[in-house]
């Protein structure tokens, strides 16, 4: 077994410990967070996006709990971090585990500097560590069938595509303080609208152009986002943000028509995905896949097989941030 820690105990902090617990093949011996008492009524707050699931406390009941990072460097012996702190701390702590020879997952998104994106991806190749961002919809079942319809053209080839994600405004944690332009964790543009920026560079690559609008939020200057992507072949929309009160719920959805058919695909109905044409509506199945299962699986494995995470390098996370700033 792999010994793994999880580092910041929020909402995805929980959400990677729940499926660090579900794995055979790790074992969590530590938690990191500033409020170790605090941990277990972290787990009744009910905060974030999403239900991820119920984590028993019983569950981590004998996992060791420190304040601080470094502590649990001195006092603990494992293979890998999942760091899921706010954006403003993942070079310091990322820094911190490659050059203690942790194989890191990091939340994403990246480094909103890209020079110390850069930096780390140099540390992890000097130190022969993993180094892998958490970009989740590269492992959700229902963008991979869109990717398998785009790259198969079992509809004809595409010829639009939107995509969007709307939430209200977190009001949890570390998203009450707005930092700087950017917030504490890159606004709604680097922390929302990145999933599916990040998904078209996951299945495209660069566009040719990219024309963006955005409006300023409580969080940042970008808390809203709409713009359009040039293709040679068809153009994409994204738009979004959580410009809207925070009890306003979590929404995403995609929309792609293709030469013989239409598709969408909502959260608000996650277990089917609408295939039309002009004859009818048919409803498939999403599928049972868990993504943020099946991506920390994906990490795992590559460290057991000292493999690079070609699903998710650091070098294509990287571009992503760089798309984003493109975007204002």
Same mark, same amino acid.
């Given at each position: @077994?792999?010994?793994?820690?999880?580092?910041?105990?929020?909402?995805?902090?929980?959400?990677?410990?729940?499926?660090?617990?579900?794995?055979?093949?790790?074992? &969590?011996?530590?938690?990191?967070?500033?409020?170790?008492?605090?941990?277990?009524?972290?787990?009744?707050?009910?905060?974030?996006?999403?239900?991820? /699931?119920?984590?028993?406390?019983? @569950?981590?009941?004998?996992?060791?709990?420190?304040?601080?990072?470094?502590?649990?460097?001195? @006092? *603990?012996?494992?293979?890998?971090?999942?760091?899921?702190?706010?954006?403003? &701390? %993942?070079?310091?702590?990322?820094?911190?585990?490659?050059?203690?020879?942790?194989?890191?997952?990091? !939340?994403?998104?990246?480094?909103?500097?890209?020079? *110390?994106?850069?930096? &780390?991806?140099?540390?992890?190749?000097?130190?022969?560590?993993?180094?892998?961002?958490?970009?989740?919809?590269?492992?959700?079942?229902?963008? =991979?069938?869109?990717?398998?319809?785009?790259?198969?053209?079992?509809? /004809?080839?595409?010829?639009?595509?939107?995509?969007?994600? $709307?939430?209200?405004?977190?009001?949890?944690?570390?998203?009450?303080?707005?930092?700087? *332009?950017?917030?504490?964790?890159?606004?709604?543009?680097?922390?929302?609208?990145?999933?599916?920026?990040?998904?078209?560079?996951?299945?495209?690559?660069?566009?040719?152009?990219?024309?963006?609008?955005?409006?300023?939020?409580?969080?940042?200057?970008?808390? $809203?986002?709409?713009?359009?992507?040039?293709?040679?072949?068809?153009?994409?929309?994204?738009?979004?943000?959580?410009?809207?009160?925070?009890?306003?719920?979590?929404?995403?959805?995609?929309?792609?028509?293709?030469?013989?058919?239409?598709?969408? $695909?909502?959260?608000?109905?996650?277990?089917?995905?609408?295939?039309?044409?002009?004859?009818?509506?048919?409803?498939?199945?999403?599928?049972?896949?868990?993504?943020?299962?099946?991506?920390?699986?994906?990490?795992?494995?590559?460290? %057991?097989?000292?493999?690079?995470?070609?699903?998710? @390098?650091?070098?294509?996370?990287?571009?992503?941030? !760089? =798309?984003?700033?493109?975007?204002?």
């Amino acid at each position: @077994m792999r010994k793994v820690v999880v580092v910041g105990f929020g909402f995805m902090g929980i959400t990677h410990t729940l499926n660090i617990l579900k794995n055979n093949d790790l074992e &969590l011996v530590a938690i990191v967070d500033t409020d170790t008492d605090g941990i277990e009524q972290k787990l009744f707050q009910n905060e974030g996006n999403l239900p991820i /699931g119920d984590l028993d406390p019983k @569950m981590i009941q004998g996992v060791r709990k420190y304040k601080r990072f470094s502590d649990c460097l001195k @006092m *603990e012996t494992f293979d890998a971090v999942h760091i899921c702190v706010h954006t403003n &701390l %993942h070079y310091s702590l990322t820094k911190e585990a490659l050059n203690a020879g942790k194989h890191v997952l990091l !939340e994403k998104p990246f480094c909103l500097d890209i020079r *110390e994106g850069e930096d &780390l991806i140099s540390l992890a190749q000097e130190n022969d560590c993993i180094l892998m961002v958490a970009h989740v919809l590269r492992f959700e079942p229902a963008y =991979l069938k869109l990717k398998f319809w785009i790259d198969s053209k079992e509809y /004809g080839n595409l010829k639009f595509l939107s995509l969007s994600r $709307y939430s209200g405004l977190p009001l949890w944690g570390q998203w009450k303080n707005k930092q700087s *332009e950017f917030g504490s964790s890159g606004g709604a543009l680097f922390d929302l609208l990145i999933h599916d920026i990040d998904i078209l560079n996951f299945m495209f690559g660069l566009p040719k152009k990219i024309d963006s609008t955005y409006l300023p939020g409580s969080l940042s200057n970008h808390d $809203y986002i709409s713009a359009f992507w040039d293709y040679p072949d068809f153009k994409v929309k994204v738009e979004g943000g959580n410009t809207f009160h925070s009890k306003f719920p979590f929404q995403a959805n995609y929309m792609a028509a293709f030469e013989n058919a239409s598709i969408l $695909y909502s959260t608000s109905d996650s277990d089917q995905i609408q295939i039309a044409n002009h004859e009818e509506i048919v409803s498939i199945p999403t599928g049972d896949a868990d993504g943020y299962y099946d991506e920390i699986k994906y990490f795992a494995d590559c460290i %057991h097989t000292n493999s690079p995470p070609k699903k998710c @390098m650091p070098q294509s996370a990287l571009k992503s941030i !760089e =798309l984003c700033y493109q975007h204002i």
